[in-house]
């Protein structure tokens, strides 16, 4: 089967720094994106990885390692705006339109 | 640059109910078109993609359905809604011949059915 695991919840306190984990195993491999959704919002678009190493963005970053199945975001200076939930998602290989999710991870930001 | 429009954001509708959710895209052509369900604390589930006008391909067997008019203009429907059905609907499209081929949300409709 395919499958996709994060924690559940996670809390960090403001000015911090988090790491979100996400492995997987399916069938193949295309490409690992994750988005952040606030409450009751839409995803929106974070990062993608397709080769190994780490992805820098802002304060965001996120790395992979193929053979591990494994990635995880990086979130910096955190702030109380990134209290959401952090979806992984992977692409596998066999499908360029699919993408298997995770079920998210909660972060909840204290003062 | 390109948005996606997706409405109503709220619906309550009783079992037994027709159901019809549109979205539409705008500042791209030929763009691949998706449907999501979101139940709550649950990851996403794929319900429907369209690669073309008329093409679509279904991923759960449900009594939903899709349907995709023009290129840019994607339905989801319902003959009889069921209370299973509620959830939060989320319209996405990414570009057809991209790579990465990200995908990027409309605003969602979250569905009550009572």
């Known amino acids: ?111 | 640059s390109q948005t996606i429009h997706q409405w109503p954001a709220t619906l309550v509708q009783p079992v037994g109910s027709p159901l019809s959710l549109e979205c539409t895209v705008e500042g791209t052509s030929n763009p691949n078109l998706y449907w999501y369900r979101q139940a709550a604390g649950r990851g996403l589930q794929l319900l429907f993609y369209s690669v073309g006008i008329g093409q679509i391909s279904s991923e759960v067997p449900q009594n939903l359905s899709a349907s995709r008019p023009q290129d840019r203009q994607f339905i989801l429907s319902s003959k009889k809604l069921l209370l299973s059905d509620s959830g939060f609907y989320l319209c996405a499209w990414s570009y057809s011949r991209a790579a990465k081929n990200i995908q990027y949300f409309g605003a969602g409709t979250r569905l009550s059915v009572l």
């Not at chain 1, 690992?32 to 919002?41: N, R, S, T």
């Not at chain 1, 910096?76 to 998602?89: G, H, V």
Request: aromatic share 12%.
């Open chain 1, 1 to 111: 089967g395919q499958n996709i695991d994060q924690p559940t919840e996670m809390t960090a306190t403001e000015g911090a720094i988090v790491q979100i984990n996400c492995t997987y195993q399916t069938s193949g491999f295309n490409g690992l994106f994750w988005y952040q959704q606030h409450a009751g919002e839409a995803p929106t678009f974070l990062s993608y990885n397709v080769l190994d190493g780490l992805e820098e963005k802002g304060r965001f970053s996120s790395f992979l390692s193929r053979s591990k199945g494994y990635s995880y975001l990086l979130l910096k200076e955190l702030q109380m705006k990134d209290s959401a939930s952090y979806l992984c998602a992977v692409r596998a290989q066999d499908s360029n339109y699919q993408l298997i999710w995770g079920a998210g991870t909660k972060l909840i930001i204290k003062p």
